[in-house]
């Protein structure tokens, strides 16, 4: 049987936006899973992911291991960089491609996800990231944000929503 | 059964008693190649249709090749490699992890016969937004092998330097695909 994969929603950014939200996510599922392909307007990469708008980065965690083209780096902090985009200065009309999943999205405990991301660029510099993550909230994930760490999401970035049953 | 409404294209349960009720999912399948005991030199899918999101190909290869970790590319739309392809990789084999990157479409490596009898790789390779004319494509995946002694897991990334939507994917390497090799292609809405 296929994947039992279900779109909830799905953002187009058709001007630069500050954030990017799905809100209002229900509650009839087993995981989410998001799939992001997005771009920066600024060279900064960071794409924070933030949960039922909890704004405080205290309650976020994650470890990740990134490749940058040359080396490898590893990463443990506080914080909700949990994804990537495209830097201004990668190549033109290049967007990363990351995907989230979120288990067990409706616990009452901590919620943990994992992510693969990715971006691109004809060149040396890019970010190759496989990341696990915290959020210590214990109420159902009912709404997902985006914001860049600096900058807006540029346009013709996507971001698709879909259940897993 | 669901009923689909034509006006809207939204889904509904059937509204006769005692039917099981039947979402429609997001995730089709499209085509799948099962590798036959000649091997297969390149695995194509063709006339892709454009009515999805995203794709996603879930592999199960291995290659004919003498050497562990022979080279795989992924060309779109009948276009081999050129200028303007990149590919980079975050991977580790155990005992390090390593960063690396290039200027073709490489996208991973495959297991090969002589070292590793019946071990195969597997990847999962995402193309999201494959019918968008804005953007060039980003190919994402998720691969690994286990040879029991070798391999590797990483995560592998291919820039396809076309903005056309993409009809036609060729996954290909220097020698073949091996028997049972299997490639699933999925439509995601």
Not at chain 1, 128 to 149: C, H, P, S
Not at chain 2, 56 to 78: K, L, V
Request: some cysteine.
């Amino acid at each position: 049987m296929a994947l039992q994969l279900f779109k909830i929603a799905d953002v187009t950014v058709a001007s630069p936006v500050t954030i990017v939200t799905f809100n209002n996510i229900p509650s009839g599922y087993t995981d989410l899973i998001l799939k992001y392909s997005a771009r920066s307007t600024t060279t900064t990469t960071a794409l924070q992911t933030l949960f039922n708008n909890d704004q405080n980065a205290a309650n976020y965690n994650y470890r990740s291991v990134s490749g940058n083209g040359a080396s490898v780096v590893n990463d443990a902090q506080t914080n909700w960089y949990f994804s990537v985009s495209n830097p201004s200065n990668a190549t033109a009309l290049t967007f990363s491609s990351g995907e989230i999943y979120i288990p067990n999205y409706t616990s009452s405990n901590q919620k943990s996800l994992s992510v693969d991301s990715v971006t691109e660029n004809n060149a040396t510099a890019v970010v190759t990231q496989l990341l696990v993550g915290r959020w210590t909230g214990t109420a159902a994930i009912t709404r997902i944000d985006f914001y860049q760490l600096s900058g807006s999401t540029d346009t013709n970035s996507t971001f698709t929503l879909y259940g897993v049953l | 059964m669901a009923i689909r409404s034509l006006k809207t294209g939204t889904f509904t349960r059937s509204g006769m008693a005692g039917n099981p009720v039947i979402m429609p999912g997001s995730y089709e399948s499209i085509a799948t190649v099962d590798v036959g005991a000649g091997g297969a030199a390149t695995i194509t899918f063709s006339n892709i249709p454009q009515t999805y999101t995203h794709l996603q190909i879930r592999c199960f290869a291995r290659t004919t090749g003498p050497t562990n970790g022979e080279n795989t590319y992924i060309y779109f739309n009948n276009t081999s490699n050129g200028t303007g392809y990149a590919w980079h990789v975050v991977r580790g084999d155990g005992a390090s992890v390593v960063g690396a990157g290039g200027a073709n479409a490489r996208i991973v490596a495959n297991v090969g016969t002589t070292n590793t009898t019946s071990t195969y790789s597997a990847m999962i390779i995402d193309v999201l937004d494959y019918s968008n004319t804005n953007k060039n494509k980003t190919v994402r995946n998720l691969y690994g092998w286990d040879a029991n002694g070798s391999g590797y897991i990483g995560l592998a990334s291919t820039l396809v330097p076309q903005t056309a939507a993409t009809t036609q994917i060729d996954i290909d390497l220097a020698y073949n695909f091996g028997q049972y090799s299997t490639f699933a292609l999925y439509g995601v809405n």
